[in-house]
């Protein structure tokens, strides 16, 4: 049976180990299931299991960064643990201690907390471990929140690396919002040719892979550099982008299975417009359904002033 984990990420003295603290005196999350607590950080507060309703609550600290699989499953099989809480270390990155997990072990939620008064300051100078905490998490909690802050800054650093999460405020006087500002698109979907701009071409990569069905019939067009897809059958290219997320480091080529009868007379790596209609279906590179492109024309292009896209 799956163990399942839900992470708590943030940096240090972000509310992290109250939130945990205050889960698990709370009897409809704690209700008696055998509960492996791991910590990989220590700050100011502390855990007390002095106040759990049920005290099936094992903590552990561990080491994020040597911690190895044999020992997380020996430490779940000591506990005979039934689920995993685990309370990250944010000066590290989480994919090399979710590689570690044990097979059996599988994430049942990933949230952010982040300290309003600090986060941007974090996002400028320490980018790389934002975008690692924001973009895998199902929600953040942006705490020690005054009711004058300006919100507009915290939700676009949020939705500009994941769409989907959701957003949580938590004033200092006790009281918690939902974010509820729109994220329009910058290009129109009702347009009879939906329009990608050249500065928009990560946004609609991350939209159209991530919610293709909307796109579905949509004719689009966009600037892009001719690519090859490995795995394709003749007549399909791969029209696309580099995309830089955070930095220099994480730059990779975003493109779409583009069907075009011409393409092999289509130079590598060389500006194209494509304008092609959408269509949603199975593909190896989405390892499920996903967006194909079916050209409608593609002709030559200059380079877009700005070559690598971001977000």
């Given amino acids: 049976m799956p163990i399942p984990v839900y992470t708590f990420t943030g940096f240090l003295d972000s509310g992290k180990t109250k939130f945990i603290q205050e889960t698990l005196e ?58 995993v809480i685990l309370e990250l270390n944010g000066m590290q990155m989480i994919v090399p201690f979710y590689q ?28 790389s471990l934002v975008v690692d905490k924001l973009s895998g998490a199902e929600m953040v909690v942006y705490n020690r929140m005054e009711k004058t802050t300006d919100k507009m800054p915290l939700h676009k650093l949020a939705r500009a690396l994941n769409r989907r999460i959701d957003i949580v405020y938590d004033y200092t006087d006790g009281t918690t919002e939902f974010d509820d500002i729109p994220d329009p698109l910058p ?82 790596r060389s500006w194209v417009t494509v304008q092609a209609k959408v269509q949603v279906k199975h593909h190896p590179l989405f390892k499920g359904v996903g967006p194909i492109l079916n050209a409608i024309d593609v002709t030559p292009a200059s380079a877009p002033k700005q070559e690598v896209a971001t977000f």
């Fill in 26 to 83: 709370d009897e409809r999350f704690n209700s008696g299931e055998r509960t492996l607590l791991l910590i990989c950080e220590e700050g100011e507060e502390e855990y007390d299991p002095s106040t759990y309703p049920h005290k099936a609550v094992y903590p552990e600290v561990i080491d994020q960064e040597t911690v190895t699989t044999e020992e997380l499953d020996a430490l779940q099989k000591k506990h005979h643990a039934q689920r």
């Fill in 100 to 127: 570690k997990m044990p097979r059996d072990w599988e994430l049942a939620q990933e949230v952010m907390f982040a300290d309003a008064t600090t986060i941007l300051g974090y996002n400028a100078n320490m980018r």
């Fill in 187 to 268: 290009f129109d979907l009702n347009a009879p040719v939906v329009e990608i701009q050249d500065d928009d071409y990560a946004l609609f990569y991350r939209d159209v892979t991530e919610e293709p069905k909307k796109y579905d019939g949509k004719i689009i067009r966009f600037k892009g550099q001719v690519a090859r897809l490995k795995s394709d059958k003749p007549g399909m290219f791969a029209p696309g982008r580099f995309v830089m997320t955070c930095c220099e480091a994480d730059i990779q080529f975003m493109g779409l299975p583009c069907k075009w009868a011409d393409c092999r007379k289509l130079e590598m």
